[in-house]
């Protein structure tokens, strides 16, 4: 078995693996939750079972296989950037890409007042409040008016 899935090109590999899923959806989306739960816990024994008769270079095998399958799948995730800084299309919307989109800056820090990502690490931008930098003093004239955007050189 191993032998022929090792042969398959992916188009023979995806075939196979939508009619696995086909095969399996319709009695799984039957099952009572008593009886999913039962299923996933006899699973969740068979594994275990299996990875405790594993001697240790079975699983440095093992875990060698996971970790280059995680690898591939993370890598194949990101193929559609590649190159694209090279590429780069002003037409192209990047920060609506489901894969790109890391969310608004709403979360604010409750010790600093800093705008932070949603699932940024709290406290992380001051060291939970133990970093406290002065209040920041407006620039000078030169810099203040080109950054405002109301003179001719500052609109570009």
């Known amino acids: 078995m191993a032998a ?3 042969a398959e090109d992916s188009e023979d590999t995806r075939t196979r693996l939508d009619g696995q899923r086909a095969r399996q959806a319709a009695p799984r989306a039957a099952e009572s939750p008593e009886q999913r739960q039962g299923r996933r816990e006899e699973d969740r024994a068979t594994h275990a079972a299996t990875r405790g008769a594993e001697d240790p270079i079975q699983r440095r095998t093992r875990s060698e296989d996971q970790r280059r399958r995680q690898a591939a799948s993370r890598a194949a995730q990101w193929t559609f950037m590649e190159g694209e800084a090279f590429r780069y299309d002003p037409a192209n919307n ?3 890409h489901p894969q790109l989109y890391i969310g608004q800056m709403s979360d604010v820090c409750p010790y600093c007042n800093a705008l932070k990502w949603h699932a940024e690490t709290r406290g992380m931008c001051c060291s939970g409040g133990k ?3 002065s209040e920041l003093q407006p620039p000078p004239e030169p810099l203040k008016s080109l950054m405002s955007g ?3 050189e500052s609109k570009h």
């Open 4 to 6: 022929t899935r090792a």
């Open 94 to 96: 990047y920060d609506s």
């Open 131 to 133: 970093v406290k930098l």
């Open 150 to 152: 109301t003179t001719p």
